[in-house]
């Protein structure tokens, strides 16, 4: 079983920069796939990065060009580094794993408890 623990949320106003961690637990982490996704009140829960377990990514375009997803498998960490924050930006982020076709759908098996990301303009 996977326990993902996250990190780096905050507040920070507009054009800042959070860097997130998701910090797995579980020796096979590295087999996953792993999406961050973010949640507004009263908005459809969205994809915003998602990494293969061979490190290739991929972006919504709301974020293409700011953020930045990464992962460590020796460290069993996944980055989320978030520059040129908007308001927008604004929102629950949660660190999703398991099978590509599940995280790029409506999420893998295993969730993080979320972390607050607030944008002041």
């Known amino acids: 079983q996977v326990q993902l623990v996250e990190s780096g949320g905050g507040l920070v106003q507009l054009g800042g920069s959070l860097r997130l961690s998701c910090a797995a637990s579980?020796?096979?982490?590295?087999?996953?796939?792993v999406g961050w996704y973010r949640q507004a009140p009263g908005k459809q829960r969205e994809l915003v990065a998602a990494?293969?377990?061979?490190?290739?990514?991929n972006y919504s375009d709301s974020v293409k060009g700011r953020f930045a997803i990464s992962r460590d498998n020796a460290k069993n960490t996944v980055l989320l580094q978030m520059n040129n924050l908007k308001p927008e930006d604004t929102a629950v982020y949660y660190c999703?794993?398991?099978?590509?076709?599940?995280?790029?759908?409506?999420?893998?098996?295993?969730w993080g408890q979320g972390t607050q990301v607030t944008v002041s303009s």
């Open positions: 999703n794993a398991g099978l590509l076709t599940a995280v790029l759908a409506t999420g893998g098996k295993f």
């Open positions: 579980g020796n096979t982490f590295s087999i996953y796939a």
């Open positions: 990494i293969t377990r061979a490190g290739t990514t």
